[in-house]
């Protein structure tokens, strides 16, 4: 049983539970510039050209030339990597703040190595190489906080590979909700909005569209959930902690 509480007190205590907090922090400035103070920041900004790229377009190609950084400003995209029987494994879904193309901070860049789309029309902030290049040896930190940024990419997908061999669908599923309630998520009255499919969440849960879809019924019946099409909206995130 979970104590009655207002819309805004549930959501306000999910938002700074250790949940999120301790391993999804949201951050007011990307990681990528994190540490760099404002003279910087000013230079690196300045180098910068803006791109606004439509709905479903693709941003990187797997195994393309790494020539570009994108810094997302608005909009969402999605990373993700095709297996060989063409199904699509979604890493990453990519908000304001995000970081594409982590590899041409490099000099000697490997190929991009997972694909990025649009999912709404995005406005980038996009640096080329040559540029991106020459302001990591202005401002080594660039080079540290991208070392960092791989590092909690590369925490992150630890956590969900030791998430499918000790944790239940259900378990996967609300943690994930989670995840994006703190990262992406808009506060409501009637509570956290998450703009997301039920494929997407699927494949960022590890488990099936099937589970994924009978899951959420389940909540929605225990109003936990309120589910619209490409739109969860979390109206007992204390419940869903303890899935």
């Given at each position: 049983?979970?104590?009655?509480?207002?819309?805004?007190?549930?959501?306000?205590?999910?938002?700074?539970?250790?949940?999120?907090?301790?391993?999804?922090?949201?951050?007011?400035?990307?990681?990528?510039?994190?540490?760099?103070?404002?003279?910087?920041?000013?230079?690196?900004?300045?180098?910068a050209?803006?791109?606004?790229?439509?709905?479903r377009?693709?941003?990187?190609?797997?195994?393309?030339?790494?020539?570009?950084?994108?810094?997302?400003?608005?909009?969402?995209?999605?990373?993700y990597?095709?297996?060989?029987?063409?199904?699509?494994?979604?890493?990453?879904?990519?908000?304001?703040?995000?970081?594409?193309?982590l590899?041409?901070?490099?000099?000697n860049?490997?190929?991009?190595?997972?694909?990025?789309?649009?999912?709404?029309?995005?406005?980038?902030?996009?640096?080329?190489?040559?540029?991106?290049?020459?302001?990591?040896?202005?401002?080594?930190?660039?080079?540290?906080?991208?070392?960092?940024?791989?590092?909690?990419?590369?925490?992150?997908?630890?956590?969900?590979?030791?998430?499918?061999?000790?944790?239940?669908?259900?378990?996967?599923?609300?943690?994930?909700?989670?995840?994006?309630?703190?990262?992406?998520?808009?506060?409501?009255?009637?509570?956290?909005?998450?703009?997301?499919?039920?494929?997407?969440?699927?494949?960022?849960?590890?488990?099936?569209?099937?589970?994924?879809?009978?899951?959420?019924?389940?909540?929605?019946?225990?109003?936990?959930?309120?589910?619209?099409?490409?739109?969860?909206?979390?109206?007992?995130?204390?419940?869903?902690?303890?899935?």
């Amino acid at each position: 049983m979970y104590p009655a509480q207002s819309h805004h007190e549930s959501h306000s205590k999910a938002l700074h539970h250790p949940i999120i907090n301790g391993h999804y922090p949201r951050s007011t400035k990307p990681r990528l510039f994190e540490n760099l103070d404002d003279a910087a920041l000013r230079q690196i900004f300045a180098a910068a050209r803006v791109r606004m790229i439509e709905p479903r377009r693709n941003v990187m190609i797997k195994g393309a030339t790494p020539d570009h950084l994108f810094l997302l400003q608005r909009g969402r995209a999605r990373s993700y990597i095709l297996t060989e029987s063409g199904d699509e494994v979604l890493l990453l879904l990519v908000v304001s703040g995000g970081v594409l193309g982590l590899v041409s901070l490099l000099q000697n860049s490997p190929n991009y190595m997972v694909n990025a789309t649009t999912i709404t029309e995005c406005e980038f902030r996009v640096w080329d190489h040559r540029t991106i290049r020459s302001l990591a040896k202005a401002h080594p930190q660039l080079i540290e906080n991208g070392f960092r940024l791989a590092l909690y990419y590369l925490k992150a997908y630890m956590g969900r590979h030791a998430a499918i061999m000790t944790k239940s669908a259900e378990s996967r599923l609300a943690e994930t909700l989670m995840h994006l309630a703190a990262e992406a998520g808009e506060v409501r009255p009637s509570g956290i909005t998450i703009e997301i499919t039920n494929e997407q969440l699927g494949s960022l849960s590890d488990i099936s569209f099937f589970t994924t879809s009978r899951v959420l019924s389940k909540w929605e019946e225990e109003r936990k959930i309120a589910k619209e099409r490409g739109r969860v909206t979390l109206l007992a995130p204390e419940a869903l902690m303890a899935a």
